[in-house]
């Protein structure tokens, strides 16, 4: 059965309202809350909720008590300079991502020059000398950093040229960032399958994930686990080399002896790696482990079985950064921190714990 979505009356009208925008609809601000209601049919309370998620998405700008949010326009050039952008990823395969496809080309469309770092960070071992002798080589009037550590966001943070963290430690600090809000996510996952019957879940997230410190969807996600009656274990948030050997044999400790029923993976790329492992092993899913993915991938509309996985909008978070890089390009300070909405989308690969 194909897995869907249930969105609220809110997130339905700031949906719309979303289009509208982009498609050129209104080009300055947009119209009152009331002449929105009336003309949609809903409650004046609903579109105030819509029209609040799409500031917090960046799409409008409020101006202040009974004022019309004005419309933040991505491809607007007023005014503004072009700028050499340099984005900073972990894994050159980064690049590919859609998401990341369609912001190196807005960004182009917009006028400024993207210059792809050929040295993810991860060649670096994360060294903070080696990182910064990096983006001293490295020709560009502002950095786009991806899934950032806490001490490398820090530093850029400090750093004089302007920096977007996208995804990553963030929290906290004064830089501006973005990503999908996902410990909420994370966490009806876990509920999910505890409901289902498991009881050894293991979360597989990369080392600056666990350390020195679990993130927030971590800890959402063990703090699911004691709320069922689990003391959080190494078994559930295990330590793991990361590299392809290190991940597998993480994957054939875990299986040796007290199988895990459910595994919930992050990233796309270790989703992969895990569906071979199992097959290779002839683990069945669901009827012997369960998976979750903790993103979407568009691979999965071409899946027959569907996958269960955290859901979250690109499109966004693609056009919070434009407008951050068109804020600064026009010497606008702009270190806003937002989220976008992520929601739990259950699929065919869970299912409940069969006992033998």
């Known amino acids: ?22 498609a050129g609809e209104w080009l300055d601000e947009m119209p009152g809350v009331q002449s929105l209601a009336a003309r949609l049919g809903v409650n004046h309370k609903t579109v105030d909720g819509a029209m609040a998620l799409l500031e917090r998405q960046g799409l409008i700008e409020g101006q202040g008590p009974r004022r019309r949010k004005t419309i933040v326009a991505y491809h607007q050039q007023t005014h503004r ?3 050499t952008i340099a984005i900073l990823t972990s894994d050159l395969v980064d690049f590919r991502l859609d998401y990341m496809v369609e912001l190196q080309h807005e960004l182009a469309a917009a006028g400024h020059t993207v210059r792809q770092v050929n040295h993810p960070y991860t060649e670096l071992s994360l060294d903070l000398r080696r990182i910064a002798r990096l983006v001293k080589q490295t020709e560009a009037d502002a950095w786009i950093i991806l899934a950032g550590t806490r001490e490398m966001l820090e530093w850029f943070s400090g750093h004089h040229a302007p920096a977007f963290a996208l995804f990553g430690r963030r929290r906290g600090l004064t830089i501006a960032s973005t990503g999908p809000n996902k410990p909420p996510a994370l966490a009806a996952a876990t509920r999910t399958l505890l409901e289902l019957g498991h009881r050894r879940i293991s979360l597989l997230a990369r080392k600056r994930r666990r350390l020195p410190e679990p993130g927030a969807p971590e800890v959402a996600f063990l703090e699911a686990l004691a709320a069922g009656g689990i003391e959080p274990s190494p078994f559930h948030l295990p330590d793991w080399e990361e590299t392809v050997e290190g991940y597998h044999h993480c994957l054939e400790t875990l299986f040796r002896y007290t199988p895990p029923t459910a595994l919930i993976i992050d990233e796309m790329p270790f989703f992969i790696a895990t569906m071979q492992f199992l097959s290779d092993h002839q683990w069945r899913v669901p009827q012997d482990v369960s998976l979750i993915c903790t993103d979407s991938d568009p691979a999965f509309d071409w899946c027959r079985t569907s996958i269960a996985h955290l859901h979250w909008k690109s499109r966004p978070i693609v056009l919070r950064i434009v407008r951050w890089v068109k804020n600064i390009s026009q010497q606008k300070k702009d270190v806003k921190q937002s989220s976008t909405p992520c929601h739990f989308i259950p699929g065919a690969t869970i299912g409940p714990v069969i006992k033998p």
């Open 81 to 83: 300079r072009s700028l």
């Open 1 to 22: 059965m194909q897995a869907f979505q249930l969105q609220s009356a809110v997130e339905q009208v700031a949906e719309y309202l979303s289009k509208s925008i982009i």
